[in-house]
Every structure is written in structure tokens, then in C-alpha cells.
């Protein structure tokens, strides 16, 4: 009876966890959330003020006015490689390429790094400027913040426009489900985990992700350009007309 209870309980953690996620965002972590229900009790511990954010914290950033598809709705808060807390949604003004990844993996991330760096390469100046990346340790207990600056250093990453992110278990789990990313701990310490690419407008909406290694820039450089091009054209019609458009 007391398996039971304890079941209960957990399944009861994970519908309310489920609630603060908005509806639109559970499509490409729901299965990921029913499958890990601990972690989805865990989450009690991180609503009771454990892990509240500095006063001192910089770039935080209210959720209200994002749309219910934009991850950046998302009420967690991040440490990056400077040892700043931030929200998501200070990476709002930009487009974004995001991947998940942790410090010492030693195959799949580096060659996902060497892929966003292509990326990079391969946009112009003008659009450059616009679009930043974003990677986020899933290695939470070893990936602190000066590993990821090590890290940063390392893989020679611009200062400008790249954000590294750490968060607590739950946040990263959070994340992680609703970006479609899979991972689990072996028993070497490294982890097995999903190779995926995600790019999100400026609204923190997904608008284009691959999975793989080594993709073909020119795809995700055109749907770059497209979220570009959409959020363009929305800024000049909301815009009072003025008499060089006449």
C-alpha cells in the first residue's frame, strides 16, 4: 500500500508540474515527462524557495509578455559561464540556435559545437549581428560555472552573441522536455543524450530543429533567414505609417 501512496504522490508532483508548462510547449517533451516522474516530485523542493534568484541577479526577465508557444514563458532562472543569473528571456533579441550538451563529453558535443560554429561562419554580417547560440550544460552536478568558461575557452567561442547556461536538475529537465532532448547518466558518468539542433525566433518559439551530426548549414541557415525575414515584415506592419510610405 505504501508503493502505492508513494506512486500517488509522484503522479500528483507531474500533474502539477505539467500545469505551470504552457499547452502549446508539451509536444516535444510529453512522453520524456511521463517517463521521468521522480524528478518531476523533486520539483516541490525547487518551489520552496531553495534556489530563488539574487537580489543582485542581472538580465531577468518577466514571462508576461511572451506568447504560450515560446519557451521563454519558462519561470526558471540560469547562471552562464560569467556567473550572472539570467532568464531566457533575455536572449529575446535574437534569433537563437540552441543545442543541450555537457563539458566533458568527448564525441557527439564537440562535433555539435563545430557544427554551431559553422553556422556562425557561415552568416553574413548583417544577419550575424541577429542571430546568437545557446548551449545548456546537462551536467549539472559537474559543469559549474568555471567549467563552462574553461569550456568556452577551449572551443574558442566569441564572447559576443554565444551564451553558455547552467541550471538546477528540475530547470534542466524542464528544459530539456520541452526542447525534445533525451538523456540519461551512465554508469561511466558520461551521457547518453539526443543531438539536436533547435532554432528559436525572437519570441522564443521553436521554428526549425534537426537531429544528427554534421547537418547541412544551408538548411538551417534558411530557416534562419525565414524567422528573420517574418519578424521584419510583423515590426514594418505594426509600425504607424509615416509619409515616406505613402
Not at 518551489?47 to 504560450?68: H, I, K, M, P, R
Not at 572551443?155 to 538523456?183: C, I, M, Q, S, Y
Amino acid at each position: 500500500m505504501s508503493q502505492i501512496n508513494q506512486f500517488t504522490s509522484i503522479s500528483d508532483s507531474c500533474i502539477e508540474f505539467a500545469k505551470r508548462i504552457p499547452s502549446n510547449l508539451i509536444f516535444g517533451g510529453l512522453v520524456f515527462l511521463l517517463l521521468t516522474p521522480v524528478s518531476c516530485a523533486s520539483r516541490k523542493h525547487a518551489a520552496s524557495g531553495t534556489n530563488t534568484a539574487s537580489c543582485c541577479a542581472t538580465n531577468l526577465t518577466s514571462s508576461a509578455s511572451f506568447t504560450d508557444a515560446s519557451i521563454y514563458q519558462l519561470e526558471s532562472t540560469w547562471t552562464n559561464d560569467l556567473g550572472q543569473s539570467i532568464k531566457l528571456g533575455a536572449l529575446r533579441k535574437r534569433v537563437q540556435v540552441v543545442t543541450m550538451f555537457f563539458a566533458s563529453c568527448t564525441y557527439a558535443c564537440p562535433i555539435i559545437v563545430e557544427d554551431l560554429k559553422r553556422i556562425d561562419r557561415a552568416l553574413s554580417k548583417e544577419l550575424g549581428d541577429k542571430v546568437g547560440f545557446t548551449l545548456v550544460t546537462i551536467d549539472t552536478a559537474r559543469d559549474t560555472v568555471d567549467i563552462l568558461h574553461a569550456f568556452r575557452s577551449a572551443r574558442k567561442l566569441p564572447t559576443e552573441r554565444w551564451t553558455l547556461l547552467r541550471g538546477n536538475p528540475d530547470d534542466t529537465l524542464e528544459l530539456a522536455a520541452l526542447l525534445g532532448v533525451k538523456f540519461k547518466r551512465e554508469a561511466t558518468g558520461q551521457f547518453a543524450h539526443s543531438n539536436l539542433i533547435t532554432v528559436v525566433n525572437e519570441k522564443g518559439e521553436i521554428v526549425h530543429q534537426v537531429a544528427g551530426l554534421q547537418h547541412d548549414v544551408a538548411d538551417i541557415l534558411k530557416h534562419i533567414e525565414k524567422s528573420l525575414a517574418e519578424e521584419r515584415s510583423a515590426t514594418h506592419s505594426s509600425r504607424p505609417l509615416t509619409s515616406t510610405d505613402l
